[in-house]
């Protein structure tokens, strides 16, 4: 992981382009170039399976590891399988499952973000949506194992937060964290989504502000184009952040770890 300016030249709006290009690498990608020995677990053990939410036990270089992340898919076909990244309260039953689970065999939580938001269905209320969210966060602040969050594309409102209480954030170089998409931004303060372009400049989404305002710990760096231009360089800048993060993250007890994640998000913004 390096820690590096971002082209300046390169604006908010271009960067929420490039995090929701359909050719960028999604948390199957990631899975496939980082880890090693991956088993998925389905469902959240009340009766449905969310395909929106990826999730397992793996190996990282030999350390048994919890993967967790969004999953769009790579066409309409996909997409429409997996809710365009948009989970519903079943997917995120089965993320707290999975950590829940980590946190018996003391496993680290690696968590990849990347979706437009929570799905806002009626179903999905019906079904516990703000519910399964809230348990997530709740339960999240309170893991006594290492949890790395990394957000590869958009990270938009409590659908990404819901895997993101995290002892450690990162985020590749295009890839941008935010309450809402700039359209719903744009819709709520100017009541036209067509200004979505001045939300994203406002909103100050971007990983490089984030930095700035003490909100993550560092930045991944992208080839030009982003990572979906050369998966490879991207990978590679992955794999060193999560073997620098875990070193340290796993030297510490699990009483420590639970503390600082809970301080940390208690004084964000101070």
Request: charged fraction near 25%; include cysteine.
């Amino acid at each position: 992981m390096e820690r590096f300016q971002t082209k300046k030249t390169i604006d908010a709006y271009t960067r929420v382009g490039l995090a929701r290009d359909k050719n960028r690498p999604g948390i199957a990608d990631y899975i496939d170039a980082l880890f090693t020995d991956f088993f998925c677990c389905r469902g959240d053990r009340i009766g449905l399976e969310d395909e929106a939410i990826l999730g397992g036990v793996a190996r990282f270089h030999d350390l048994p590891v919890t993967v967790i992340g969004h999953r769009k898919g790579k066409d309409l076909e996909e997409n429409v399988r997996f809710n365009f990244g948009m989970p519903q309260p079943e997917g995120y039953r089965k993320a707290l499952r999975l950590m829940k689970q980590a946190e018996k065999f003391g496993r680290p939580i690696i968590t990849f973000i990347d979706t437009p938001g929570a799905y806002p269905g009626l179903a999905a209320e019906e079904h516990g949506q703000s519910q399964a969210i809230a348990e997530c966060l709740a339960e999240m602040s309170s893991l006594k194992v290492p949890v790395i969050s990394i957000v590869t594309g958009e990270g938009n409102s409590g659908g990404a937060l819901a895997i993101g209480v995290a002892n450690e954030i990162y985020m590749l170089e295009h890839a941008v964290y935010s309450i809402l998409s700039p359209e719903g931004f744009a819709s709520i303060l100017w009541k036209d989504a067509s200004r979505s372009k001045d939300a994203c400049e406002l909103m100050k989404l971007t990983a490089d502000e984030l930095y700035k305002a003490g909100f993550i710990e560092g930045i991944i760096r992208e080839p030009e184009g982003g990572i979906q231009a050369d998966p490879e360089v991207g990978f590679a800048g992955i794999d060193k952040c999560l073997q620098d993060s875990l070193q340290k993250l796993c030297a510490l007890s699990g009483t420590r770890l639970q503390k600082e994640r809970y301080e940390k998000f208690r004084n964000m913004a101070r």
